[in-house]
C-alpha cells in the first residue's frame, strides 16, 4: 500500500518499491489529484508495472561499451561510431578523447586534435539521465545548425540505440521512464533521400584503365575493383596468396599481417571469379617479388585508403 503526505501544501506518496522506501512528490496540492495519483500507483505496484530505475555512471558505461566496440566491430565501423559517441558525450572517458579514433596507441600515432563541437556535447552523470527529449534536441540542433544530413542523424540516433542495448544486457540498465526501456528508440528515424547511383559505361570503363595504363599497380586495382566487384578495403588488403591465377579466383578472407587483423565489412569469407577480361589483365601486372601485398604503395607497403584514393 501507498501512503499520502503533504509536504508545504504539496502532495507527496511513499512505498515500498523491491523492498526500498520510494518517496516521491505527486506535484500537486489538490487532494482529489493526489489519491487518483496513489490509485495509479497502487495499481502498478499491484501488477509489477513499477520498477526501480538502475544508477549506471555514464563515463564508466561509455568506456566498457568503447571497449565492446573494439572487440566487436570492424576497425573502420568502430572508428565511426567511437566518433559519433565523442560527439554526442564528449571526451567523457579515455576510448573518447580527441585524436584518431580507435586507435591503440592515440599519443604516439596521431595529433590531438581540437573538440569541433565543444560546449555543445550532451552533459548528463548518469545513463539514466539521458532522455528521448535530450537526444531530439541534440541531433535536431545539429540538422539546424551544423548541416547534419538525415543521413549523419540516422547514424547517430542508431549508435545510441547499441548503447542502450549494451547497457540492457551487460550491466541491467532500466530506464526512469517504463515508456522508452531504450530511450533511442523514442527518436524518430529522419526520411533519407533516395542515393543517385551513377554507372560507367564500356566506353567510360575503357576510357578510364587506357588513362592509367602508365601505372600498373593502380590499373590492376581499378580494373579488380570494376570486373570483380570489390570494396575499397578488399582490394587494398589482397596479399599474393589470395590471388589465384591457376584457379582465376580472388579469395576475400580475413586475415592477420604484420600483427594487424583485417575481415571484410560483412565479416564473412568468399571466393571472386576473375573474369576473362580481369584474368587479361592481371596477368600482364606483376607484383613486387618480396612484397605481401599484391598491390602494394610506391613504398611497398599497404596503401593507406585515403591515399589510394587521392593518388
Known amino acids: ?11 507527496w506518496i511513499s512505498y515500498y518499491l523491491e523492498g526500498k522506501l520510494v518517496q516521491k512528490s505527486l506535484r500537486t496540492r489538490n487532494e482529489r489529484a493526489a489519491i487518483a495519483k496513489k490509485r495509479q500507483i497502487e495499481y502498478q505496484l499491484a501488477l509489477g508495472d513499477l520498477h526501480a530505475a538502475s544508477k549506471l555512471a555514464l563515463p564508466a558505461i561509455l568506456q566498457a561499451f568503447c571497449q ?9 565501423s568502430c572508428r565511426n ?11 567523457l572517458c579515455e576510448a573518447l578523447e580527441p585524436g584518431v579514433p580507435g586507435s591503440k596507441d592515440r599519443n604516439r600515432r ?6 569541433k563541437y565543444a560546449g555543445r556535447h550532451v552533459r548528463a552523470e548518469l545513463l539514466e539521465d539521458i ?5 531530439n534536441r541534440f541531433i535536431s540542433a545539429r540538422v539546424e545548425l551544423d548541416g ?3 543521413k549523419s542523424a540516422n547514424l547517430m540516433r542508431q549508435v545510441l540505440q547499441s548503447l542502450f542495448r549494451y547497457a540492457i544486457k551487460h550491466h541491467g540498465f532500466r530506464s526512469r521512464d517504463r515508456r522508452y526501456p531504450n530511450p533511442a528508440l523514442a527518436v524518430e528515424r529522419r526520411r533519407e533521400p533516395a542515393g543517385h547511383i551513377r554507372f560507367l559505361d564500356l566506353q567510360e570503363i575503357d576510357r578510364q584503365l587506357r588513362i592509367l595504363q602508365d601505372y600498373p599497380v593502380i590499373h590492376g586495382m581499378v580494373a579488380t575493383y570494376i570486373y570483380a566487384g570489390l570494396r575499397r578495403e578488399e582490394g587494398i588488403w589482397l596479399t599474393q596468396e589470395d590471388v589465384d591465377p591457376t ?12 600483427g594487424e587483423f583485417w575481415e571484410a565489412k560483412t565479416k564473412r569469407d568468399r571466393v571472386v571469379p576473375i573474369s576473362d577480361v580481369l584474368f587479361d589483365i592481371l596477368s600482364s601486372y ?6 605481401v601485398w599484391f598491390f602494394p604503395s610506391p613504398t611497398g607497403k599497404r596503401w593507406n585508403p585515403d591515399n589510394f584514393s587521392q593518388d
Open 1 to 11: 500500500m501507498a501512503c499520502l503526505y503533504q509536504r508545504k501544501h504539496t502532495y
Open 68 to 76: 565492446y566496440l573494439v572487440a566487436s566491430r570492424t576497425h573502420k
Open 81 to 91: 561510431d567511437l566518433s559519433r559517441l565523442r560527439v554526442f558525450f564528449g571526451p
Open 110 to 115: 596521431s595529433k590531438r586534435r581540437s573538440d
Open 131 to 135: 532522455t528521448p527529449q535530450m537526444i
Open 148 to 150: 547534419w544530413s538525415a
Open 247 to 258: 584457379t582465376r579466383l580472388i579469395r576475400v578472407r580475413a586475415k592477420t599481417v604484420n
Open 286 to 291: 606483376e607484383p613486387l617479388g618480396k612484397c
